[in-house]
Each structure stands twice: as structure tokens, then as C-alpha cells.
């Protein structure tokens, strides 16, 4: 029987179309297959970008150093609400001291660290600074917060009973960004975008000890430990990513994200890092104890390069602005 040119074209067609199906199947990044985009958030009454943000899982909250709102909001991560907006001036980032019952704010104007009751979300001191805060990590060992001069060289040790700041540690250059402890609270590792190196502190002595080189990552932004790895991850604003180990600073491996990637998160049960970028994406990797890979991109929202996981559930959080309005949104696994 002879086959007419339109069936031909229509067979080639459909031909094309199933492999292009089977192939886009077997590749990464199709959102379907990583994460569930919930409904956008809208945080009433607030308006301006966020910077970093940070869960609280005991508590089922999400904090967000809400900058452009000069306030920390608390959301209620399972009911999905707004709790609080605290004011704190221009938040940068937020940590928790569950013990003590307390999160900690840095701010950048005024440049201070604001102290919050975690159970009445109040505000209970404030801690002058000598230029605006940056980002901030907390001592769980010691109770000691850690807080990055934004435009400066310094990082100011507080001690939040006490209300004041109890030591400055000398950085090797300034645009200090984010910072993370070892397992055992000894060791902070500290990011300079400068520099592009990680500055490694002895806890005990208040010291730089070590300087190690982020390349191929460049001007590093979001870092995030490994425990079971014993390495950390930092993300370069050059769009690499790279794995670092603990120990001597070398790079374990390195991988291309999205350029503009600031946050980062890791889930340590599914030994995924989520990468933030303001390019409106949410880059996802795998982490092995020696290598990444890319699992692929979920699409977010332009400016969005804020994120957290939840440990529990491993429901992924944003925060952005749009507009004149400000929003969290909730990212769940894909079954």
C-alpha cells in the first residue's frame, strides 16, 4: 500500500515527539520530579526584600530577617500563618538558641544584634554595634553569638546575657558573608567574598588560623555543613558550587548552579542542597560524600534568594518581595 507524504510527516512527527518525551524523562530538572510549589504567602501589612532566613523545627516556625520591612517576621510553618511581625530595625539574618530559648537578629541600621523571646516574641535587648550587621551564627556550645561587620573586617563576638560584645576577631579582608561551625564548636568557618577564601577560626583563641582558597567558587555567599561528609558547602556568586572538606580546606568536588545564588540549604536525610537564586530559580543538588551532581532547577519567583528546609518534613521555604508586597512560600517533595 502506498503511504502518502502527509501520513509520512505525521508518522516522523509523532516519532520525534516520543523520543523527545522519553529523553526529557530521563533527564534531571523537571520540577515534577523534585519539589511542589504551594501557594504564595502574602505577609500583610510588610513590604521590601528579605535576606536570610532560618526554621526553627522544634518550634515549627519560620524567621525571616525581613530587611525592607526593618522587622523579623515569625510564620507558623504548619498552619501556614503569620504569628509576628517583630520590629528590629533592618534584619539581615536570624538564628536560634533553643536552650536558652532566644533568637538572635543582626541588624544593619541601627547597626546592633537584637535579642527576641522566642516564646513571647518580644523584644528583651539590643546590643550596639560599631557598623551594620551581616549575618550571624550561634555558639550552641557556649551560647556565644557571632556577627559579621557588613563593610568591615571585623567579627564581633556577643555575648547575649551579658548584653555586649566580649571580643572582635581581625578578618583578612572585609564583605565577610556567611558562617557555620564544626560538629564540635571549635572551629568557625567564615566566608569572604573578597578574598574569595573561607577564614578558619579557633573558637578557643579567637584567631584566623587558616585561609583556603573557595576556587573555581568566586566571592562565596551561602554555606552550609556537611556533618556525615565532614565538609561544608559554599556557593560562589560566580555560579559554582563547590564541596570543601573540614579538615585541610581542600575542594572535594564542584559543580555549576545558577549565577546571583545567595542562601543556601542542605537536608542532610535526603542529601540534597536546595541554592536560592535571584534569577527566580531553586537550584537542587545532589551531595555525595565525594561528589555533586545536579538534580536539576524548580522554578521560584525573580529575587528570591532566601531559603530554609524543614528537617522534619523536608518542606523547602523561600521569602521575596513583588512589587510592594512580601511573601514566604512553601516547597514540599515531590512523591
Not at 2 to 11: E, V
Not at 21 to 33: E, F, N
Not at 215 to 230: D, I, K, R, S
Request: some cysteine; glycine content about 8%.
Amino acid at each position: 500500500m502506498t503511504t502518502s507524504p502527509a501520513r509520512n510527516s505525521f508518522t516522523i512527527r509523532q516519532i520525534i515527539c516520543g523520543v523527545s518525551l522519553v529523553v526529557a524523562s530521563g533527564l534531571p530538572g523537571r520540577a515534577a520530579d523534585l519539589l511542589v510549589a504551594g501557594k504564595p504567602l502574602a505577609i500583610a501589612g510588610t513590604h521590601g526584600k528579605f535576606d536570610f532566613i532560618a526554621l526553627d523545627a522544634e518550634g515549627r516556625r519560620l524567621l525571616a530577617a525581613h530587611t525592607g520591612n526593618a522587622s523579623l517576621d515569625v510564620i507558623d510553618i504548619d498552619k501556614q500563618e503569620v504569628l509576628k511581625i517583630v520590629p528590629t530595625g533592618a534584619a539581615q539574618s536570624c538564628a536560634m538558641d533553643a536552650k536558652a530559648g532566644r533568637y538572635f537578629v543582626s541588624v544593619s541600621k541601627p547597626p546592633q544584634l537584637v535579642i527576641v523571646d522566642a516564646g513571647k516574641l518580644e523584644v528583651t535587648g539590643k546590643v550596639p554595634l560599631a557598623g551594620p550587621a551581616d549575618l550571624l551564627a550561634c555558639d550552641a556550645k557556649s551560647g556565644k553569638i557571632y556577627v559579621c561587620h557588613d563593610d568591615g573586617k571585623d567579627l564581633w563576638v556577643i555575648d547575649p546575657s551579658e548584653k555586649k560584645v566580649v571580643a572582635t576577631i581581625d578578618l583578612p579582608s572585609d564583605s565577610p558573608e556567611d558562617l557555620a561551625f564544626d560538629a564540635s564548636f571549635a572551629r568557625l568557618f567564615q566566608s569572604m567574598k573578597t578574598g574569595s577564601v573561607i577564614a578558619v577560626i579557633d573558637v578557643a583563641s579567637g584567631k584566623v588560623v587558616e585561609k583556603w582558597p573557595t576556587a573555581p567558587a568566586t566571592a562565596p555567599h551561602g554555606m552550609a555543613v556537611v556533618p556525615e561528609a565532614g565538609a561544608f558547602l559554599v556557593a560562589g556568586g560566580n555560579g559554582k558550587l563547590v564541596l570543601m572538606s573540614q579538615k585541610d580546606g581542600h575542594v572535594i568536588s564542584s559543580a555549576d548552579i545558577a549565577a546571583r545564588v545567595d542562601q543556601i540549604a542542605y537536608d542532610a536525610s535526603l542529601h540534597r542542597v536546595y541554592c536560592a537564586s535571584a534569577t527566580g530559580k531553586i537550584v537542587v543538588m545532589k551531595v555525595e560524600k565525594d561528589k555533586l551532581s545536579a538534580l536539576g532547577d524548580v522554578v521560584s519567583s525573580e529575587g528570591a534568594r532566601s531559603i530554609a528546609v524543614d528537617p522534619k518534613t523536608h518542606t523547602v521555604w523561600i521569602a521575596y518581595a513583588k512589587g510592594e508586597s512580601s511573601f514566604v512560600q512553601s516547597f514540599t517533595p515531590a512523591k
